[in-house]
């Protein structure tokens, strides 16, 4: 994928050693999941941009409320290659190779590519150092899942949420991982109710979750609430 080797090529700008991340494929990916993932890499590259690059941000778009198509999911990588290659400033590299890759099509599913843009994306992590997804933006996406809760009780004519739970402490992203798994798990059952088709609800890893895991399930239920 030619957005790796942009990653690859920021990360030796930045002295970044560590091994490449490996993310195995979670299966029924969709393109809207797909979309949520390139927002999250562009909000990384904000804060690379901001942070690392000193320069200013980019405009990030909005999630669109109704059903993503291929289409769009291509224009939006599109445009991440296109702010891959203005870091690197390595753009007419890449248009005079990109024929050679268009010789050698490979045909990717979204789950393929989910999982290739989750890679990606924990690649350009890696270059934030401690300027990378932190609790406090955890808890920022959290309240925006519960904002589209909130609205799709009330779309519903439902009555309101019951009052949250008390604030409780010494809790570990491993906690919040396993709150976000049972909410995709309430979600899941959800949509098959609905006769749609439900979203896969991966396997709690057992070992020391990071903040940018939590993060990346939260917005895999952005993503399905607001399809």
Sequence with gaps: MALSQDVKALRKVNNVDEDWPEVAVIPHRQPRHVYQKVLETLHKINLYRTNVAKIGKITIPRFPGREITPNEVYVIVSRLRQEFAFLNKTYTRHKATDHNVI???VYWTPSDVYAALSEISSALE???GLRGISPSDVYSRSQQVVDLAVFLRKSQHLSKLTKKPPRTSGK???HALKAVSHLLQTIHDSEKN???KPVTVPPIPKRVISPSEVYDSLCVAMAELQS
Excluded: D, E, F, V
């Design 194 to 196: 609905l006769w749609m």
């Design 103 to 105: 010789k050698h099509t």
């Design 126 to 128: 890696q270059t934030l």
């Design 172 to 174: 570990l992203p491993n």
